[in-house]
């Protein structure tokens, strides 16, 4: 879509700069990286009152132009680089209303760059219900730029800040915050001189931030560096000169047009809550206590919407069956592929609801609030508090989370957490607890309220942040770096969720999660298929020979016969004999054959152990009884034993295996571009294969 005008989102975190972004462009956005880098990049449009079209770009949050992650990194180099393909024609610094001082930091060096401008004032409600009054008119006469008061939750005054963008003024016309070049007069004078630049305090930021611009010469920064230390300029001495000097101006501003009343400064309401829920011993038993209502909801709420998605793909296969022609296409198409997506397809209410719950608690900001309890204890096994953020939102998916480690600075911390999110489970991981716990653990509640089921998930999900803990503590150890790592983090005030967001967010992830898992299932099923329908050389034609002789036709019925034909061949086909070719290895943890199929396939991301599952035992079921991937998983007989294949001491052991094992190619990709290098990938890769073997081993062992 070609657009009219570029406008860049500006503002801290937690200032509701992505929930403006989203009502500002709805669904019209999409997802890439900022050239160069591998930070998100988010980009939508929206229609102005005069018709034009408006590019929106959200730009990381940060607290101020001087960077202390990649992401903060972006925010100077698209606002300062007129070249930037990103480069905006307005900048909308977005403010919190209840929190000005903090927030008009960032406006003050953005301003500063001569970009035109505009302030949202945004969360006016709660700063009205604060009792806190601005005096709008003055603020923005002071300042010099359009002043919008808005409440992007409530979608209030955002056609008040389309009409201001309509109508900026394409020339800054703010007023200068500071004397920038008070600051450092020579140097600023010198760099301006050299390069051909008009704006002092674009000229002490290139001081300050040479290195790491990538659209300075190899030249130019050389030179910077030269001006540097011919003018004795300390980069830290500067920067809390300009800082005291900012906080200056802005107490002045704050002092004519904010009143703040004497009520205001009393204990808030989010810091009573936070009493309770961050307190040292009652905030963690809260938070195990969340997570179990989570994971009972995820069995409870989920059962219905799953049953009747399984009872559809049933009846979808039947209907296959007895409409179309017999033959091999037919079989492919609803033996295969039906069968295949139908075993992750049912678990899209479970996934929904996952998904639902982490929305709600991010919105809230009680997610934030764990992460802060959490810092303590990251410290100890040698992560930082930033990677508490990684590790929970590995509970939907360890590649964005991966991403976002990105804002960890301390080289060591970040390499740790990048190496351990993908212990914790994730929503990939979900089916296959689910049908496993759903084969093995009683449906029964204990104490009248904890379903067994929702509790052993609850296990799996605890288990995996412990497991990740004691990984970090190892990786502590090995790994060697001086840095010292830091946590700092704004907790948000506490407000009711987005229903509409929560709503979106569940759709969005859930089709992300089908689409992508569908794409990969799709394949492997047809290609399991094939393999498990065809088998080397004459061994087909054997077994159909054999089984035409006298001794099994006329001493065994007509289905059991057709059931001992299947098997055979199942266990004859390609599928079967690579099966049965790693079955030594996998034997001592409790797995046969059929699992170990299973287990190779689901290396590309292991949701699709459900999906194999399922093609395996419709290859090997009967037309005339088609039944859910659960119903043949729970029928499924050891031809040695005659016992149950999924066992208490099988399906727990199978569980481990998923728990530590690297099952997602995505991620591996995902750490190689992280890390620019297939080193870590691999070291990844390797620990957590060696570890899945062993835990599943020692708990087979023990739980037989």
Known sequence: MKADIRVALAGNPNTGKSTLFNVLTGLNQKIGNFPGVTVDKKVGYTKLPDGRIAEIVDLPGTYSLYPKSQDESIVFSVLADRANALSPDLVIVILDASNLKRNLLLYSQVADLKIPVIIALNMMDLANKSGIVIDVDLFAKTLGVQVVPIAARKQEGIDE??????????????????????????????????????????????????????????????????????????????????????????????????????????????????????????????????????????????????????????????????????????????????????????????????FAFISILEDTGYMSRVTFMMDKLMRKVGLNGKSVVPLIGGFACAVPSIMSTRTIENWKDRMITIMVTPLVTCSARLPVYTLLIALVVPNKNIWWVFNMQGLALTGMYVFSLVSAVVVAWVFKLILKSRERGYFIMELPVYRMPRWNNVAYSMYERSKSFVVQAGKVIIAVSIILWVMASYGPGDRFEKIDAKYKQPQYTQNISADQLSRDIATEKLENSYAGVLGHVIEPAIRPLGFDWKIGIALITSFAAREVFVGTMATIYSVNGSVDDIQSVQEKMHQAKNTQTGQPVFTFAVAFSLMMFYAFAMQCASTVAVVFRETKSWKWPAIQFAYMTVLAYVVSFVVYQLLR
């Open 161 to 354: 800040l389309k009409t201001a963008i309509t109508y900026a003024n394409k020339i800054a016309l703010q007023e200068d915050s500071i004397d920038v070049r008070s600051i450092a007069p020579q140097l600023i004078d010198s760099i301006s001189r050299e390069l051909n630049i008009d704006n002092p305090y674009f000229a002490l930021q290139l001081a300050h931030q040479h290195e790491t611009l990538k659209f300075l010469t190899t030249e130019q920064s050389a030179r910077i560096e030269e001006l540097e230390k011919e003018h004795s300029f300390h980069t830290q001495k500067a920067q809390g000169s300009e800082t005291i000097a900012r906080y200056s101006a802005i107490n002045e501003l704050l002092y004519d047009t904010v009143k703040v009343p004497d009520t205001a400064q009393d204990e808030t309401l989010s810091n009573k809550i936070d009493k309770v829920l961050t307190h040292k011993v009652f905030g963690f038993i809260i938070f195990f206590a969340i997570l179990m209502f989570m994971f009972q909801a995820i069995f409870s709420w989920a059962a219905y919407p799953m049953e009747l998605i399984d009872t559809a793909f049933v009846w979808i296969q039947n209907t296959l069956h007895k409409t179309l022609p017999a033959g091999p296409l037919v079989n492919l198409l609803a033996d295969g592929i039906v069968a295949g997506l139908s075993g992750v397809m049912v678990f899209i209410p479970q996934i929904a609801i996952l």
